[in-house]
């Protein structure tokens, strides 16, 4: 298996442009989470889906912020407009469980100007 | 709310030495996560456990539920284990995160 995939690696903006990040997790694996991490704030768990269904999204910082998971081989990360304190790393995992191992994706590096 | 604590902050050692790092939470916890992210970047899940002890080559995680700790130790470090090491804690549908341990090991 290829792993957690997501693309951009990296991306840079300017203030008020909607961006897109994306996701496929493993096959087979029932449960996808979106993180952010910052200097300032670590790792923090933004949303999570089960069988493509969104479960707890409490960790979304805000309405410009919208995930979706359409089916169960893709997700997609929102923001729009996007502003510079959203700059920073957005990690993808997928798991059997919530209490299973976490598979992480590369990242996607955003800056935004 | 889970409150997840790590400690140290900050680790240097040299190849060869027995490190520890330490987790410790406040409110009950499903499983404990145990995660390593290399300096590039990349995070790797290193263990998943809700209770005992778990060990993977030259690393060894254990739990104690009745004292909310975690501890993470890696035998005879190598310089390639360098890397921020970051607990992470399942409860109630809530992942909590700690801050990470960057440790450093010199050769």
């Known amino acids: 298996d290829a792993g957690v995939i997501q693309s951009p690696r990296h991306e840079v903006t300017e203030m008020g442009q909607e961006v897109t990040l994306r996701c496929k997790p493993i096959?087979?694996?029932?449960?996808l989470f979106w993180y952010r991490q910052t200097m300032m704030r670590g790792l923090e768990l933004l949303i999570y889906?089960?069988?493509?269904?969104?479960?707890?999204d409490s960790g979304m910082p805000e309405d410009r912020f919208s995930a979706k998971m359409p089916n169960a081989s893709f997700s997609t990360l929102k923001i729009q407009p996007s502003e510079p304190r959203d700059s920073a790393v957005y990690f993808c995992?997928?798991?059997?469980?919530?209490?299973?191992?976490?598979?992480f994706g590369p990242g996607t590096r955003l800056t935004v100007l | 709310k889970n409150e997840v604590e790590q400690s140290p902050q900050n680790l240097t050692a040299q190849e060869g030495e027995f490190i520890t790092i330490n987790c410790s939470y406040s409110?009950?916890?499903?499983?404990l996560h145990w995660l390593q992210q290399h300096p590039g970047g990349g995070i790797v899940s290193l263990f998943m456990?809700?209770?005992g002890k778990k060990k993977h080559g030259r690393l060894i995680a254990t739990i104690n539920i009745q004292e909310k700790h975690s501890s993470l130790h890696i035998t005879a470090s190598h310089p390639r284990d360098s890397a921020v090491y970051i607990c992470?804690?399942?409860?109630?549908?809530?992942?909590?995160f700690g801050s990470g341990t960057q440790l450093t090991v010199l050769p």
């Open positions: 456990l809700s209770s």
């Open positions: 409110v009950g916890i499903s499983a």
């Open positions: 096959s087979g694996h029932d449960y």
């Open positions: 992470a804690v399942s409860f109630a549908r809530q992942l909590t």
């Open positions: 995992a997928s798991s059997l469980g919530t209490t299973d191992t976490q598979y």
């Open positions: 889906f089960n069988n493509n269904v969104p479960i707890d």
